[in-house]
């Protein structure tokens, strides 16, 4: 079953608007951690923004915050004044204390591209 | 910049060769996580080493082996490549006491003919 859901192949979104990415996930444990990272074309995964489960407010790095919704088991990314640079793939994903150690979940990605 | 390092940037086999891939973890990290990116695809994991021993094991077949060296440098190794086996290889390397923090390389891409 697919633990992360991300259910935007793409999104458009014009230059200093703000976007939001969905990410929904599935899991039984009580702690887990949620990542949201940044893919351009050059292939290299950039970390941008961590939620713990029994983090109580909503994690925020700079332009990027993370709507967590814990009842709902959504991790939406939030990305404010967007800029031309952010045009990359968006991946969410989910760490799991299992038998993996601590292996990250992806969903499949959000391709956003960011106009002029 | 993460400090995270992988060798090579691109290779091209055939079909039945074999592989190995190499990653320079970041200072101070003591475990790495090697994943697997076929296009269009997120990455998925296929194994983790901490302390030069695997630490877990996503769904890949055992001809994907992997070593982990005292410097915490690490390498894939691929045997008997096939097709699928075409992919973007990342790894990441973090602390075992904050796995909150999982830095990734630029990647090696594979592509096997």
Redesign the interface.
């Known amino acids: 079953a697919q633990k992360?859901t991300q259910t935007q192949p793409g999104m458009f979104v014009q230059e200093k608007e703000a976007v939001t990415l969905d990410c929904t996930y599935d899991t039984s444990d009580q702690s887990y951690?949620l990542?949201w990272?940044k893919q351009p074309s050059?292939?290299?995964?950039?970390?941008l923004i961590?939620q713990?489960s029994y983090d109580e407010q909503n994690a925020t790095e700079g332009r990027y915050s993370l709507n967590f919704q814990k009842a709902r088991k959504s991790a939406n990314l939030v990305i404010s004044a967007s800029q031309l640079g952010d045009s990359a793939m968006y991946?969410c994903?989910m760490?799991e204390?299992g038998?993996?150690?601590?292996?990250?979940?992806?969903?499949?990605?959000t391709s956003l591209l960011v106009t002029p | 910049e993460?400090g995270v390092t992988q060798s090579p940037t691109h290779l091209i086999k055939t079909r039945g060769q074999q592989v190995t891939l190499r990653c320079s973890s970041q200072s101070g990290h003591n475990?790495v996580?090697w994943?697997q990116q076929a296009l269009?695809?997120?990455?998925?994991?296929i194994f983790?080493y901490?302390r030069e021993e695997e630490?877990?094991?996503?769904n890949f077949p055992p001809r994907f082996s992997g070593l982990q060296f005292p410097n915490y440098s690490s390498e894939l190794n691929v045997n008997a490549l096939e097709l699928d086996d075409s992919a973007?290889y990342?790894c990441?390397s973090?602390f075992?006491g904050h796995?909150?923090?999982?830095?990734?390389?630029?990647?090696t891409?594979l592509t096997v003919t």
Request: positive net charge.
């Open positions: 992360i951690g990542f990272y050059s292939g290299e995964m950039i970390f961590y713990g991946f994903a760490r204390l038998d993996s150690g601590y292996a990250l979940n992806f969903g499949k990605g | 993460t475990t996580s994943y269009g695809q997120g990455p998925q994991f983790q901490y630490n877990g094991r996503g973007l990342l990441a973090s075992r796995p909150y923090e999982q830095y990734f390389g630029p990647g891409r």
